[in-house]
């Protein structure tokens, strides 16, 4: 937690070649987070190439953004379950011909499950699944940003507020940081160290509007505490501070408590 003391963000060092984009992939849940992180970023001097999923009102997100950043570029991709796999491939065309260097992906934890298919070749027709759509995101951006170093790959997801329904099924989190290091660990071990992999977690608190407190982020502080966290030192972050305050305190409640207070709280350990 004290970490946030001495860090200093490295987002600036994307900040480079001509044109520097950043892509921005959001899913409904997760949409106004997603703009309040376009915006922050053109404010930065990014280009910006959004892909939204399954979204009802990114008309009117686009045009605030454009109309604030007219000196800045705007690509917007919008899927839905109808044409997804044709929108998905206008946008990983896009992809290729910009300057790549900072991937961020926003999703709600409801994507993440042991059912949801990871291992398909392409997006299905007829649906567009989050979880599908970052695995091909991944693939098609992997080897622009390995060409464009120093860059970035960050996933965020709001897996702290979900639980498993049953032993049977993964935690979310659990999957997405073991996915994120082990992804990590293969870009060092062939070379591309310039390629930082990051999986952020919070609090399902990212539409607030209203200031924030200790159990609460409002939405622009959370976003930007997201971007301030880029280049810590770990695959697994969480970005604002009183949601790793909670994660701290819950801990130190069950590490004190006894193994029979711990079961009965948390039914599946």
């Known amino acids: 937690m004290f970490w946030r003391l001495a860090h200093s963000s490295s987002l600036d060092s994307y900040h480079h070649g001509e044109a520097p984009c950043a892509l921005i992939v959001y899913t409904m849940r997760t949409e106004l987070l997603g703009a309040d992180m376009c915006n922050k970023l053109l404010s930065r001097g990014f ?13 009117s997100l686009q045009q605030p953004l454009r109309a604030s950043h007219p000196d800045r570029k705007v690509d917007w991709f919008t899927m839905n379950a109808e044409d997804g796999e044709t929108i998905s491939q206008l946008a990983f065309e896009a992809i290729h011909t910009k300057n790549l260097t900072l991937v961020v992906y926003c999703s709600d934890s409801s994507a993440w499950s042991k059912e949801t298919p990871m291992s398909r070749s392409s997006i299905s027709p007829g649906s567009v699944s989050p979880s599908e759509l970052f695995v091909e995101i991944q693939r098609a951006c992997l080897p622009i940003l390995v060409e464009h170093t120093p860059a970035s790959l960050l996933l965020v997801s709001n897996t702290l507020t979900s639980f498993p329904e049953s032993r049977e099924k993964f935690h979310p989190s659990i999957y997405l940081e073991a996915f994120v290091s082990t992804l990590s660990q293969e870009l060092r071990s062939s ?10 977690d919070y609090y399902d608190t990212a539409n607030n509007d209203e200031t924030s407190s200790i159990v609460s982020a409002q939405r622009a502080d959370l976003s930007e505490s997201i971007l301030r966290a880029v280049g810590r030192h770990s695959t697994h972050v969480i970005p604002f501070w009183s949601d790793e305050l909670i994660v701290w305190f819950v801990w130190l409640i069950l590490w004190i408590l006894p193994q029979k207070v711990v079961r009965r709280l948390v039914p599946y350990p």
Do not use: A, E
């Not at 070379?191 to 952020?200: I, K």
């Open 191 to 200: 070379g591309h160290n310039g390629v930082q992999v990051m999986y952020m």
């Open 47 to 59: 280009d910006v190439l959004v892909i939204t999923i399954n979204t009802s009102s990114q008309s």
